[in-house]
């Protein structure tokens, strides 16, 4: 089983405000973490930038121009409270979303087993035409409709474990039977969806809500009971993780109190519906954490259970 690693140098030029939680250092920490030599074995690529094909499958083009056009030669532009844009932004978006489709195609071709891509911006708040949340394009969806278009995989399963609803890739595939969005998270917290009521136009949004406090027994109960067997049932071609890991204990942005062996485990769980779906198809993708040690804690059990298989 090989497990490839995709990042690139330049998503560390997308600069945001001092202080702010989405910062390049995120980055570094993952990069730091995954070059301990018990991660050896992995292969590691470089992410490409995607073409405007792909991300247009998603976004549209004035969408997209909007976004070129804001891009600043000097300082920082805000796309809205929390959300910005420095002269390396656009590239490093190009190269978030590229690495999320390069990444799909050396899983669909059977190159590599799975793949972790550890890029930045995050993508899951970004709805169809607006960026928001950290989030400039939605990079997990650009990922799903590629294998779609490409591959002609038939049914995506996007499993997203950040701590924040993943508000943008719901409302993509809102009314799309192809696609089923998984979720869980702190609720009420930032945006204030995912509610478990939010089912989708033909029933495949599936929110399990966790409250302020929960930890380890909650997240893994929502597993067993509602995520496993939802994503297990709709037998897919491809899983997709929008792999945000602030839901950790140590998080300062939510009061949900998972370790690092919680997201060991439930990437553990994903890959054996995989493995019964889909050949083992498993496709993660970067989105929050804030605090540095966290991350790179949750990260190397993540990475590490992908490589186990």
Same mark, same amino acid.
């Given at each position: 089983?090989?497990?490839? /690693?995709?990042?690139?140098?330049?998503?560390?030029?997308?600069?945001?405000? #001092?202080?702010?939680?989405?910062?390049?250092?995120?980055?570094?920490?993952?990069?730091?973490?995954?070059?301990?030599?018990?991660?050896?074995?992995?292969?590691?690529?470089?992410?490409?930038?995607?073409?405007?094909?792909?991300?247009?499958?998603?976004? $549209?083009?004035?969408?997209?121009?909007?976004?070129?056009?804001?891009?600043?030669? /000097?300082?920082?532009?805000?796309?809205?409270?929390?959300?910005?844009?420095?002269?390396?932004?656009?590239? @490093?978006?190009?190269?978030?979303?590229?690495?999320? /489709?390069?990444?799909?195609?050396?899983?669909?071709?059977?190159?590599?087993?799975?793949? #972790?891509?550890?890029?930045? $911006?995050?993508?899951?708040?970004?709805?169809?035409?607006?960026?928001?949340?950290?989030?400039?394009?939605?990079?997990?969806?650009?990922?799903?409709?590629? *294998?779609? *278009?490409?591959?002609?995989?038939?049914?995506? @399963?996007?499993?997203? #474990?950040? /701590?924040?609803?993943?508000?943008?890739?719901?409302?993509? #595939?809102?009314?799309?039977?192809?696609?089923?969005?998984?979720?869980?998270?702190?609720?009420?917290?930032? $945006?204030?969806?995912?509610?478990?009521?939010?089912?989708?136009?033909?029933?495949?949004?599936?929110? *399990?809500?966790?409250?302020?406090?929960?930890? +380890?027994?909650?997240?893994?109960?929502?597993?067993?009971?509602?995520?496993?067997?939802?994503?297990?049932?709709?037998?897919?071609?491809?899983?997709?993780?929008?792999? +945000?890991?602030?839901?950790?204990?140590?998080?300062?942005?939510?009061?949900?109190?998972?370790?690092?062996?919680?997201?060991?485990?439930?990437?553990?769980?994903?890959?054996?519906?995989?493995?019964?779906?889909?050949?083992?198809?498993?496709?993660?993708?970067?989105? +929050?954490?804030?605090?540095?040690?966290?991350?790179?804690?949750?990260?190397?059990?993540?990475?590490?259970?992908?490589?186990?298989?």
């Amino acid at each position: 089983m090989t497990t490839l /690693v995709i990042s690139h140098a330049k998503c560390l030029e997308h600069q945001t405000p #001092f202080g702010h939680p989405e910062r390049p250092d995120r980055l570094r920490m993952i990069t730091h973490v995954l070059e301990h030599e018990r991660f050896a074995d992995l292969a590691r690529d470089e992410a490409p930038e995607a073409s405007v094909e792909a991300i247009v499958r998603v976004h $549209p083009p004035e969408f997209v121009d909007k976004l070129v056009n804001a891009t600043p030669f /000097v300082g920082l532009v805000h796309v809205d409270g929390d959300t910005t844009l420095s002269p390396g932004s656009y590239e @490093a978006a190009l190269r978030s979303a590229g690495g999320a /489709v390069f990444a799909v195609d050396e899983v669909m071709t059977g190159k590599v087993s799975n793949a #972790f891509v550890a890029t930045r $911006p995050p993508g899951h708040h970004a709805e169809t035409a607006t960026a928001m949340g950290f989030c400039l394009f939605n990079n997990v969806a650009i990922a799903a409709r590629h *294998a779609q *278009a490409k591959y002609g995989a038939t049914r995506v @399963a996007i499993m997203d #474990f950040d /701590v924040h609803h993943g508000n943008g890739t719901q409302d993509i #595939f809102w009314s799309d039977p192809s696609v089923m969005y998984l979720s869980t998270h702190e609720m009420p917290l930032y $945006p204030g969806t995912g509610a478990l009521n939010e089912t989708g136009a033909h029933n495949q949004i599936v929110n *399990a809500p966790l409250r302020a406090g929960d930890g +380890g027994d909650a997240f893994r109960e929502a597993f067993d009971t509602v995520i496993l067997p939802r994503m297990s049932g709709f037998r897919p071609d491809l899983v997709l993780i929008s792999a +945000g890991f602030d839901a950790h204990e140590r998080d300062p942005l939510a009061n949900i109190n998972l370790t690092e062996a919680d997201f060991a485990w439930a990437t553990k769980r994903m890959m054996e519906v995989a493995d019964e779906t889909c050949s083992g198809r498993v496709v993660s993708v970067l989105e +929050g954490g804030y605090d540095l040690e966290g991350l790179g804690r949750s990260v190397g059990a993540h990475v590490m259970a992908l490589m186990r298989g």
